[in-house]
């Protein structure tokens, strides 16, 4: 685990989110303002974009749908996040400047996200693990949290056997956890529309915090599974 998710995602945000219409949003300000307390190299870029009229801070697909891209640096560890411009949790066509610099700051705080600050809420979580830190208050920047949709199934593919009785083998938890995660990964593969992604995701949210109780590190690649599935359907990939 690296030093810097370490330190981030043992940080307590609950306090500097808030739910609006279904989503729950995380402070954009105060969440760089914490990364830049704590490593204050760290900075970010907001990717511009070639179009008819010159640069622009975000594109459009062949479908006319936008898109912006933001990449963070934090000692020389980068993450880049593409996210759909959304006006509530739906992506649009045609957005105005207010709509692409919301975007770009929920985008921003996806990728502090992939670095451990407030991930758990990606996942569903109410509350970070035990020994977390505790800091103070502010208003919106973003994250959508998943919703499901359509009651369409995805291809079935034999779960994993039940967790075993005994939390003290930790070899039999691990194979839990890796049945778990080919299962999921099984299914995300399968699925053809974010809508699937979102309710699995909601499905499994219970066997998800299950998982982060005795392995943060196993439950934050099953996260980045499906962070990394829904970044391609939004990305409009098959």
């Not at 008819?52 to 934090?74: C, H, L, Q, S």
């Not at 830190?133 to 034999?158: F, I, M, R």
């Not at 392995?215 to 934050?220: G, H, Y």
Request: hydrophobic residues 35%; charged residues 30%.
């Amino acid at each position: 685990m690296s030093s810097i998710w370490k330190v981030l995602s043992d940080i307590n945000v609950n306090e500097h989110t808030e739910l609006k219409n279904g989503m729950t949003y995380l402070s954009w300000a105060w969440a760089w303002g914490i990364v830049k307390d704590k490593y204050p190299e760290a900075k970010f870029i907001k990717h511009q974009f070639d179009s008819p009229t010159g640069k622009r801070p975000y594109m459009i697909d062949e479908n006319g749908w936008a898109f912006v891209m933001v990449t963070v640096n934090i000692l020389k560890e980068e993450q880049t996040e593409i996210l759909p411009v959304l006006k509530g949790n739906r992506p649009i066509q045609n957005p105005t400047s207010f709509d692409i610099n919301t975007a770009l700051q929920r985008c921003l705080v996806k990728c502090l996200a992939m670095f451990g600050l407030g991930h758990y809420i990606y996942a569903g979580e109410d509350l970070p693990p035990e020994g977390n830190e505790d800091l103070s208050h502010d208003d919106a920047g973003a994250k959508t949290p998943p919703q499901p949709e359509s009651s369409d199934a995805l291809q079935a593919v034999p779960p994993p056997a039940e967790r075993p009785s005994d939390d003290d083998d930790e070899e039999q938890n691990k194979r839990y956890d890796k049945a778990f995660y080919m299962d999921m990964s099984s299914k995300l593969t399968q699925a053809r529309h974010i809508s699937k992604v979102h309710g699995l995701f909601e499905e499994m949210k219970p066997k998800i915090q299950e998982i982060k109780k005795r392995s943060p590190e196993r439950a934050k690649h099953i996260l980045e599974l499906f962070m990394k599935h829904e970044d391609r359907l939004s990305n409009g990939e098959s």
